[in-house]
């Protein structure tokens, strides 16, 4: 099988319970996210996010 790269959450509700909760869990499952993108993220913050997201994953990612 491949090696687990990362993973990045997506509030996809406004008004998602216990986000932080949710977070959090699957932190300790999986490990810290690429990125966790708020709900709302436009085109150019979204972008902002993800160059931030890759570019601290990259090292990791080049290792697998």
Known sequence: GLPFAGWI????????A???ENVAWLTR??????????W???DGAA???FRAA?????PRLMQL
Do not use: I
């Open 9 to 16: 959450g997506n509030q996809v509700d406004p008004e998602m």
């Open 18 to 20: 216990r986000l932080p």
């Open 29 to 38: 499952a999986f490990g810290e996210p690429l990125a966790v993108l708020p």
């Open 40 to 42: 709302g993220t436009s």
């Open 47 to 49: 972008a902002d996010t």
């Open 54 to 58: 890759f570019a601290t994953a990259s």
